[in-house]
């Protein structure tokens, strides 16, 4: 398969175009979402629905991941990833595999609904997880677009994924909120990879793998500047696979929770790595959980177990 | 000397209330401050002055933070610090007494005269630094009171000390900008020391020495929150030196950069540290260059060299 997005090829940042659509439907009165919504994802790369999930569907979704969180006997051994030191969750991953309610949360209208809208076709789950970013010393992650990482390492030939993130707990811009930056997923940035023996001129920086540089960092803020979306916990953050994204470290007392889940286009499922050797494994870049995610009316059923 | 603010003694944190004034001068007419912000000042243990500094001026410190960035060989060696990896200059300390501007800066009455009615006494520099927080790789300062250390370590007496930052660069919410709690100057945190071989039961946890215990943190952002001043470059931040702030980290292409010094009361100068051996260096805890100093009025000079 043509790679219309080489990443980690060379000792030189490669930086295109994007080639896909960012919205795969057109916009009409019946669209999931306001026609005002719709130009800002396309713009933007994402949006944000503060309050989206009521008090009663939260209080749910709280008590069901704390009952996840304090059952770690009961879940898929490689799923959990815990604190070196404390032993505390850090993530669960496939989320939506071991537990019922997050399943049909995945499945709610307002999620894979709209990402069917969105990426104009059926979807399946890619990866889910259920994130505890600890307050005190929640860790930072550093500037990356997802596809680059699904494209390198897992195999995703396009971009035709979304991720959707609903915040289980406020997001303050205090205790480290996703930043991200908008109009950069029209561009994709492919990283220096392994570095090889000839490299030295380039850099004297260790550039860790699937990393963007300083430069392409440093133009793609000039040119688009970033934008933190904070609000109260029940909001849904739905950003494109493309679209450059990190949190700073959290050192406020507040942790910071989101229930997180991957939609791909069943069109756009994995293929062979385009910059790695093994895929990664399942709980992170799905290959065999691949259903159509049946989108289930809001009303139809409730949120509960 | 009686020791009113015990810290690093025992396996246990032991929290006292303030046993000292906040402001030494009453309030009046002809005070450099306005009563709200004489009052806010009081109440929470800082003030911000946005734009306290016009663009002229702010233009003279610019080239003089870039001329002495640049001309490492000509400032004492260990008021140098360079980033590990890069080598670029991350602080330079004793920056008054390596700077003619930086001195005046430091004596002008929107500094050193404010230093002088907050403490109610003449003042002399016991430390002073240029900071560049650099972006992309900007580290965290996690939370800390400096009188902690500065009594700890330094042997400061009492709480009649204060720092003032003069922004050069602006800050924003994302560029890691100090983060205070407000109300907390009128609490001491003691922390727990160098860990004895009985306190396995008290943490599990690492505790770094002068670092304040979780649950102390806890209960001071539970009862106070915390605030994140922003402004543009020229921008003064006034505040107490038994404040709690820390900052987190700065993963945007933004760097940060201040001028930064501390105003101690001449009455106040340092004795013997009250919980470390050898005092630190002259640089970090002055105890040889404790001059007054002389208040300069801002139009008796301008602020150029």
Redesign the interface.
Known sequence: MHDLYPTRKGTEPDVRDRQDPVIYSRWSEDAPLTQEEYRSYEDKGFLFLPGLFKADELQILLDESKRLRTSKDALEDETLITEP??GDVRSIFALHRQSAIMHRLASDERLAGLARFLLGDDVYIHQSRLNFKPG?RGK?F??HSDFETWHAEDGMPRMRALSMSLLLTDNE??N?PL?LMPGSHKRFVGTVGETPEDNYKSS???QETGTPD?ES??RL?DDFG?E?PTGPAGSLLIFDCNTMH?????????ARSNAFFVFNAVSNKLVAPFSAGTPRPEFVGARKHVDTVEVIERNAKPLAA
């Open positions: 030191n404390s005190f930072e550093y500037w811009p205090h480290g930043m004297l920086k260790v300083d960092l440093t803020y970033l933190t990190g949190s700073a470290s959290n050192i406020s007392p507040m």
